[in-house]
């Protein structure tokens, strides 16, 4: 049946793409985007991501933040998909206020306005993310499943980029981290993605509204931002190889995050959108396999066809978790969610599409003396 969905953040990487996956299936979009500079340019006119949707989704520029821009845009909508976010770990951690109003204090002000206002909203999506788990879970040989808490700076500054078994210490294997795995963010972009899903299932729960957090893993593909250096190593690697700059791989390139194409992203989130049945509840949504960074930045080398200068400094950012990999059992079997796109083929996909992108200014170097300056690279 045809929805009214309401996006919030639906001009970004993810929105703009479930945006249109939503209106080909024959349901109505409107979007809530402030188009950020950070991700759309300081001419947000001139965004890609924003002209991709423009005259096709009912679009409202302004602000989850802002009770009256809310108030425009909520009357008549079924669904609405809470996509709007800051989304840099690292700038997370010195961005402090901003990062916990607009994540958690938009979040709020939704619900609020959910909650004491004559609107029809049946269901709540929420875009939280595998932040939540902080390092997630590990094996120990000799105390089986564990989950250790972040890494200490003393370990990682001798070179111990090794999570450790948090009862006899002796470096622990990684596992798919699944939904009953306490949640520890190490972020305060991973505190408000938490405080994000259980506003929105808490209050979901108590109006009777369905409510699904999705834990995204790191998504990427055509459209991503390559001009924001806070997020993404895929997009900060990609213009560095494109300007003949030297790749700076942090720790030992041994750490690993679950990469999940754009495509099968959006497939979940329909399939969470489309479910008829109440739901309240938080799924993982990624690719379910591990791929090392080290062997990530080879990849888009020879994708890219150009070598660089390839340095694994040793270097780390507080708040880094080392490995990622999503448990899909759950999302699985509550929606048939099954991701369809390999790493090969996705980032085949994605270094097409960057080679025929304009190259970026790189601001990566800015970024980490930024955090450097704050102490929060070591
Ligand atoms: N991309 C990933 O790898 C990933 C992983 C896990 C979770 N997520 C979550 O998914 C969501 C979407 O991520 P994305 O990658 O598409 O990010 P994005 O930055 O491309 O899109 C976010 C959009 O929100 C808009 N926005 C920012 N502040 C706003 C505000 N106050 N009011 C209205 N709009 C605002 C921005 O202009 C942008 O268009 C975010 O909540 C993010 O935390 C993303
Ligand atoms: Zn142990």
Same mark, same amino acid.
């Given at each position: 049946?045809?929805?009214?969905?309401?996006?919030?953040?639906?001009?970004?990487?993810?929105?703009?793409? &479930?945006?249109?996956?939503?209106?080909?299936?024959?349901?109505?979009?409107?979007?809530?985007?402030?188009?950020?500079?950070?991700?759309?340019?300081?001419?947000?006119?001139? $965004?890609?991501?924003?002209?991709?949707? %423009?005259?096709?989704?009912?679009?409202?520029?302004?602000?989850?933040?802002? +009770?009256?821009?809310?108030?425009?845009?909520?009357?008549?909508?079924? /669904?609405?998909?809470?996509?709007?976010?800051?989304?840099? /770990?690292? %700038?997370?951690?010195?961005?402090?206020?901003?990062?916990?109003?607009?994540?958690?204090?938009?979040?709020? =002000?939704?619900?609020?306005?959910?909650?004491?206002?004559?609107?029809?909203?049946?269901?709540?999506?929420?875009?939280?993310? +595998? @932040?939540? #788990?902080?390092?997630?879970?590990?094996?120990?040989?000799?105390?089986? #499943?564990?989950?250790?808490?972040?890494?200490?700076?003393?370990?990682?500054?001798?070179?111990?980029?090794?999570?450790?078994?948090?009862?006899?210490?002796?470096?622990?294997?990684?596992?798919?981290?699944?939904?009953? $795995?306490?949640?520890?963010?190490?972020?305060?972009?991973?505190?408000?993605?938490?405080?994000?899903?259980? =506003?929105?299932?808490?209050?979901?729960?108590?109006?009777?509204?369905?409510?699904?957090?999705?834990?995204?893993?790191?998504?990427?593909?055509?459209?991503?931002?390559?001009?924001?250096?806070?997020?993404?190593?895929?997009?900060?690697?990609? /213009?560095?190889?494109?300007?003949?700059?030297?790749?700076?791989?942090?720790?030992?390139?041994?750490?690993?995050?679950?990469?999940?194409?754009?495509?099968?992203?959006?497939?979940?989130?329909? %399939?969470?959108?489309?479910?008829? @049945?109440?739901?309240?509840?938080?799924?993982?949504?990624?690719?379910?396999?591990?791929?090392?960074?080290? /062997?990530?930045?080879?990849?888009?080398?020879?994708?890219?066809?150009?070598?660089?200068?390839?340095?694994?400094?040793?270097?780390?950012?507080?708040?880094?978790?080392?490995?990622?990999?999503?448990?899909?059992?759950?999302? +699985?079997?509550?929606?048939?969610?099954?991701?369809?796109?390999?790493?090969?083929?996705?980032?085949?996909?994605?270094?097409?599409?960057?080679?025929?992108?304009?190259?970026?200014?790189?601001?990566?170097?800015?970024? &980490?003396?930024?955090?450097?300056?704050?102490?929060?690279?070591?």
């Amino acid at each position: 049946m045809a929805q009214n969905i309401l996006i919030t953040g639906g001009a970004g990487f993810i929105g703009s793409k &479930l945006s249109l996956r939503l209106l080909a299936k024959g349901h109505h979009v409107r979007v809530l985007d402030t188009l950020s500079a950070q991700i759309h340019g300081a001419d947000a006119e001139t $965004s890609a991501l924003f002209r991709s949707i %423009q005259g096709k989704v009912e679009f409202f520029r302004g602000s989850v933040t802002n +009770r009256e821009d809310l108030m425009k845009v909520l009357p008549g909508v079924d /669904t609405v998909v809470h996509l709007a976010a800051e989304t840099g /770990t690292g %700038q997370s951690m010195y961005a402090i206020r901003h990062y916990s109003d607009v994540n958690i204090g938009g979040t709020a =002000l939704l619900l609020d306005v959910i909650a004491n206002e004559p609107v029809p909203v049946r269901k709540i999506v929420v875009a939280s993310s +595998r @932040a939540v #788990y902080g390092e997630g879970k590990y094996e120990c040989v000799e105390h089986g #499943y564990v989950f250790p808490l972040s890494r200490s700076a003393r370990d990682m500054a001798r070179g111990d980029f090794d999570v450790h078994c948090p009862v006899c210490g002796v470096p622990a294997r990684m596992v798919c981290t699944d939904e009953e $795995s306490p949640v520890r963010p190490a972020s305060v972009y991973g505190i408000t993605k938490l405080t994000q899903e259980q =506003l929105v299932l808490t209050v979901g729960k108590a109006l009777g509204v369905s409510a699904i957090a999705f834990r995204y893993q790191n998504v990427y593909g055509p459209g991503q931002s390559l001009s924001n250096p806070y997020t993404g190593i895929l997009s900060v690697f990609s /213009t560095r190889i494109r300007n003949g700059g030297n790749i700076n791989i942090f720790e030992d390139g041994k750490e690993s995050r679950d990469f999940v194409f754009i495509d099968d992203v959006v497939s979940a989130t329909v %399939q969470g959108i489309e479910h008829e @049945a109440p739901v309240v509840d938080a799924f993982n949504v990624g690719s379910g396999k591990a791929t090392d960074v080290g /062997t990530m930045a080879q990849m888009l080398q020879h994708n890219l066809g150009k070598t660089v200068p390839v340095a694994v400094s040793g270097q780390f950012r507080i708040g880094d978790i080392r490995h990622n990999v999503a448990d899909l059992r759950k999302v +699985r079997a509550a929606f048939g969610f099954e991701p369809v796109v390999s790493i090969e083929a996705g980032l085949r996909l994605f270094t097409e599409w960057v080679g025929s992108e304009r190259v970026q200014e790189d601001r990566y170097e800015e970024s &980490l003396r930024e955090l450097g300056a704050k102490g929060l690279l070591k």
